[in-house]
């Protein structure tokens, strides 16, 4: 294996591994992925291979990878590859692994040079790596060439995007030496996701390329053209050493060797190499595992605090103990009544915030269910108004009546009584069905006990089946109660007297002393007045018959709004008053007592009926204008008895369920629970624990143990491992901001030139030496070269004058 720093991390990622796995979790570093950018055969898949410490890669000129490749390296005690799209099948010869890479790369994009988003995913099982993601993408190209696309370019600029978008993810900008530094597409891209440099690496490669008498010691001492974190330089091996198969550990050395004898080189070869290179990657790695760890650390703790008191209570626990199960089974009761009674009566100590359950549900039954039960059995309109006729005829019989009948409105009402009887059963049923619930639920803290929960809900539901009789048989007494007699003497009920109050007789005449205000009493068949609301004196009693009211026209004098009494078959209505002309002193007032007229049967002048189904109703019995005002009467008496009898049956239903149902079965539960579990069988029997509830015991107790050897495993690798500090940030204004692949702005005329360590300062006068490539390419003396810092350890070169 060639990356040693990489085994070094091996034992302290197994180490959390070994903490987490042994209380069933796992250990989610998320560790980072690490991407390799650069242009087209700038050594990127030999940077990876040599991370990796393995030759798998396809290689050759001009653009090899052409997907990107997703390796993902898993430890595991063998070493072994495996494809997501041929899974399954295991790769254990890694020129297999090539070739597979090579034909699923055609298989997508074709053997004439074409490109896809469409990643290999790799999975690379080995004892010698960790669980790292490392990402192969393609280079960077500007002109396309065989079968790629006219905006290639910028095709792959968003193939790269996608992976080092992410903040976990490490980049290596690969750059050859040969090549102008300051327009590397690589550092440009990584410049615009990562601009504060702090997860950039600089890569130089094929320093063993560059011309004679240049070297890259500038840029490799960060001095010009610097990154936060710097540059390291490297030495792959050349396609004849890939053909003649030179191993991975023979290049190293090679590479090694290198770096010792170059004369620009030699004083930081320590710092340089792919050896460098891996220990920068993985203290990256540690630092990222050791800022992971305070999370880590108070997970367990939290989760080790909440299991103290638990484990606490199995230490030296023992199951058969005859006595521990006798006082378990007190416990048990005692907690189950206490849990029931609290989810009836409210603050328990598990809130159910996704629905209404125990005594919520059933106070929502008592005040929304049931009433509006309650309302759906009112009866249609037009049906009630045909009952009314056909009761009053047939209790009329053969005579005409004068008077409306008590016999039709008791009918009536017994009819709508009887009704209620429904509702108020299926109101039991629901609260029935409540309790049974709140039983289920207060009993799931019984399931560690099988028996004791099984025997528990049959004793209780078994009790509230027994209760359910008793409470429906007294609800239809309360109905039977209501039939037996009609009050309708009672306060609420408005009977024959429809409206008292205080009106002003409006045209009685001067000489007969004026308008005068009077008590009026209204009922189902006449208008009287008294002198006073006492009632003694009585001045006049009007039948109703054939009565109408109008609106009168207030008068220009009179502060009074006015309204009439008139009879249809033009007779006087009072005295010698063919209309009777009644006062109030407001317009609501005058439209109350109308609204009061109405409902005993006086409509106004036009209109026959109140509405179209009344009107619809008498049509079909009987268009005798007293029937009709005879079925008004008893319909509107219908109507207020009925709520008195609705009131009643409200206030009485939650009481009578209350007291007969749910007050008796938490009397129960108290007092009589534990003697009929005793008197149902073995308690031993009923106190066995369920088997989930030994496993339970039995993983509370290894857990808490391997919590408290987790966090000692966390304090240890806390205090063998060092971060490394993040170097402060240089000036990298020099990196293009865009991904456009503009390039930087030429060098001002008077700014001195950057040469190589293999020049020397031209003597004064000299004539300037040819314009050749220095290092990094013609980066030199380029006129698209950037201003470049002179370095601060040697002189400028002499300009003539």
């Not at 601009?195 to 004679?212: A, N």
């Not at 996704?354 to 039954?365: D, F, P, T």
């Not at 004196?537 to 054939?546: I, Q, V």
Request: hydrophobic share 35%; net charge neutral.
């Amino acid at each position: 294996m060639g990356n040693r720093g990489m085994e070094e991390l091996i034992p302290l990622v197994n180490k959390l591994q070994d903490a987490f796995s042994s209380i069933g979790q796992a250990c989610n570093l998320d560790l980072p992925q690490i991407a390799v950018v650069g242009g087209q055969s700038a050594g990127k898949s030999s940077v990876l291979e040599n991370f990796v410490g393995r030759d798998f890669l396809p290689r050759g000129s001009g653009i090899v990878t052409r997907r990107p490749l997703v390796l993902q390296l898993i430890n595991s005690s063998a070493e072994w590859a495996e494809f997501l799209h041929c899974k399954g099948k295991k790769f254990t010869d890694f020129d297999e692994v090539r070739q597979e890479i090579e034909g699923e790369t055609d298989r997508v994009t074709g053997a004439n040079k074409g490109i896809s988003p469409v990643p290999i995913n790799l999975r690379v099982y080995s004892p010698n790596v960790l669980n790292l993601t490392l990402i192969d993408l393609p280079g960077i190209t500007k002109v396309p060439v065989g079968d790629q696309p006219a905006d290639i370019e910028q095709q792959i600029r968003d193939m790269i995007m996608q992976f080092i978008t992410r903040e976990s993810c490490l980049i290596l900008a690969v750059t050859p030496a040969n090549t102008d530094l300051a327009n590397s597409d690589a550092l440009k891209l990584a410049k615009d996701v990562d601009p504060q440099g702090l997860r950039t690496i600089g890569v130089i490669t094929k320093l063993d390329l560059m011309d004679e008498g240049t070297d890259a010691r500038d840029v490799l001492e960060n001095k010009l053209l610097p990154l936060r974190r710097g540059y390291i330089g490297v030495v792959n091996r050349s396609q004849k050493d890939i053909d003649g198969r030179k191993d991975i550990k023979a290049a190293l050395e090679a590479e090694r060797k290198f770096f010792l004898s170059h004369p620009a080189y030699r004083h930081m070869a320590e710092k340089m190499g792919t050896p460098r290179l891996q220990k920068m990657l993985n203290q990256q790695l540690t630092n990222h595992i050791r800022d992971t760890l305070p999370a880590f650390r108070s997970k367990l703790q939290s989760q080790l605090l909440a299991l103290d008191k638990e484990a606490e209570e199995y230490r030296g626990y023992r199951p058969d103990d005859p006595s521990r199960k006798t006082k378990q089974l007190l416990q048990m009761v005692q907690q189950f009544s206490v849990d029931f009674e609290k989810r009836i009566e409210g603050s328990g100590d598990q809130v159910d915030t996704v629905e209404l359950s125990g005594g919520a549900k059933i106070n929502r039954i008592f005040h929304e269910r049931f009433p509006f039960e309650l309302v759906k059995m009112e009866c249609d309109e037009k049906e009630m108004r045909r009952e009314i006729s056909y009761a009053i005829k047939n209790i009329h019989g053969i005579r005409t009546g004068l008077f409306t009948p008590d016999m039709a409105f008791e009918a009536i009402v017994k009819k709508q009584v009887i009704k209620l009887k429904e509702p108020c059963v299926k109101c039991v049923d629901m609260v029935i069905q409540e309790l049974i619930n709140t039983v289920r639920q207060c009993s799931n803290k019984l399931e560690c006990f099988p028996m004791l929960r099984e025997e528990t809900e049959r004793i209780v539901t078994s009790h509230i089946r027994d209760r359910e009789s008793r409470a429906k048989d007294q609800v239809l007494l309360l109905i039977d109660i209501q039939l037996s007699y009609i009050n309708t003497n009672h306060e609420d009920f408005i009977g024959f007297v429809i409206r008292k109050g205080w009106l002003t007789i409006n045209n009685i005449s001067i000489m007969k002393g004026g308008a005068k205000e009077y008590w009026f009493v209204l009922t189902a068949e006449s208008l009287s007045w008294f002198k006073d609301d006492e009632e003694k004196e009585k001045k006049y009693m009007l039948p109703l018959d054939n009565l109408k009211v109008r609106d009168v026209e207030k008068s220009f004098m009179s502060s009074k709004h006015i309204f009439c009494i008139f009879n249809t078959e033009s007779r006087n209505v009072y005295k010698d008053n063919r209309t009777l002309e009644l006062a109030c002193d407001s317009q609501d007032d005058v439209d109350s007592w109308k609204s009061s007229l109405l409902r005993a049967g006086v409509y106004p002048e036009k209109t026959i009926t109140v509405e179209s189904e009344k009107t619809t109703s008498t049509d079909n019995f009987s268009m005798d204008p007293q029937l009709e005002r005879k079925v008004e009467t008893i319909r509107n008496l219908v109507d207020s008895y009925m709520a008195i009898v609705n009131k009643c049956i409200r206030d009485l239903m939650p009481k009578t369920i209350m007291h007969l149902m749910i007050n008796n079965v938490k009397d129960f539960i108290n007092a009589e629970l534990l003697a009929q579990l005793y008197s149902a069988g073995d308690q031993n029997a009923l106190m066995d624990e369920s088997q989930e509830q030994a496993q339970r015991r039995d993983e509370v107790l290894r857990t808490h143990q391997a919590l408290k050897e987790a966090l000692a495993i966390i304090g240890d690798i806390s205090t063998s491992t060092i971060t490394v500090p993040l170097p402060p940030p240089v000036d990298t204004s020099w990196v293009g901001g865009s991904t456009g692949g503009r390039r930087s702005p030429p060098p001002s005329p008077t700014a001195p030139r950057r040469m190589s360590s293999g020049q020397r300062p031209a003597p004064r006068g000299a004539p300037p030496p040819p314009n050749r490539p220095g290092p990094l390419g013609p980066f030199n003396n380029s006129a698209d070269s950037p201003q470049a810092p002179s370095r601060p350890n040697r002189a400028p070169p002499s300009i003539p004058r």
